[in-house]
């Protein structure tokens, strides 16, 4: 959404990008300089150090970004003229969901993709997903875009997927990416939030992916899954186990929220306080490596 509402938080949003760019092409050199035994070290400290710089303006450009919009009340979705459409207030600007292109073989799926819309329509909150037009995909992403009109629903996909899962008019914002890292990062970036509705393998890497980052400090935005019918039980009782092996903590397990409603998951996310983001930024770095965003 335009940010020409708010020139200097448009400044901030353009020096965020610059920052990153930098970023990218630092960590580029310190790739190169690393692979090359005869590289000195002081060098490569010092491609390390203009990266880390460079991964601090942007985070510190994006924090201060967060607090003129809440100063101000120029939110994103304020801006884009659809939030008015609800009297409930929601901490959340909009809420990213992961879920099938397909509709599954029972039909309380696509329903609880349409009731998953209508709630988040009905508290004022936007959608993020992952751009496809069919299956739970479609369906929630019409459901929002219907109820809350343009601007509320922001698609990102890859192109080579976009013939398999776009079918049809695409509904809402359409994002072209050029692989599944951009689609995710783009996503994080957007979203407030997370729900993971049923689906298949692309639905549990993106959903496990989120509440990784969440456990290693990378973000304190809320992950749920919103379990249909018991449709994630077996899911859920996995990591209970791994809880019992001692391969996940217990404060890791309570990352993840889960509620059987619609209405019950964003009430859990709602109330979600979050943890404590990790500022080593090595962490940071790793991140950024695999997955910082040039264009969209």
């Known amino acids: 959404p335009p940010a020409s509402h708010c020139p200097f938080l448009q400044m901030l949003l353009q020096k965020s990008i610059c920052a990153l760019h930098i970023c990218q092409h630092s960590l580029h050199i310190c790739q190169r300089s690393w692979d090359r035994p005869k590289v000195s070290f002081v060098h490569r400290r010092r491609c390390a150090a203009v990266a880390t710089c460079s991964i601090t303006q942007a985070q510190a450009m994006a ?97 080579e997927l976009e013939p398999r899962e776009v079918s049809g008019e695409a509904v809402g914002e359409v994002r072209i990416v050029r692989n599944m890292h951009e689609r995710k990062a783009i996503m994080a970036m957007e979203a407030s939030a997370f729900i993971c509705l049923p689906g298949g393998f692309g639905t549990l890497e993106e959903g496990v992916e989120v509440l990784t980052w969440s456990q290693l400090g990378f973000h304190t935005k809320p992950v749920a899954v919103l379990n249909i019918n018991g449709f994630y039980d077996h899911l859920l009782a996995f990591f209970d186990h791994c809880v019992t092996e001692g391969f996940i903590r217990d404060t890791s397990r309570q990352i993840l929220i889960s509620d059987s409603t619609p209405a019950g998951v964003l009430d859990k996310l709602e109330a979600y306080q979050g943890g404590q983001q990790v500022k080593s930024p090595r962490h940071v770095t790793r991140l950024l490596s695999n997955s910082v965003v040039l264009h969209v």
Not at 117 to 137: K, N, P, Q, T
């Open 63 to 159: 924090s201060q970004a967060d607090k003129i919009e809440l100063a101000t009340g120029v939110a994103v979705g304020e801006r884009s003229g659809w939030r008015h459409a609800s009297n409930i207030s929601s901490r959340f600007n909009r809420v990213a969901v992961f879920c099938g292109a397909s509709e599954g073989t029972s039909p309380s799926y696509m329903e609880a993709a349409q009731a998953l819309g209508e709630e988040l329509a009905r508290r004022g909150i936007g959608l993020v997903y992952g751009g496809g037009s069919s299956g739970l995909m479609g369906k929630i992403a019409e459901t929002v875009h219907s109820l809350l009109g343009e601007g509320s629903v922001v698609g990102v996909i890859p192109k």
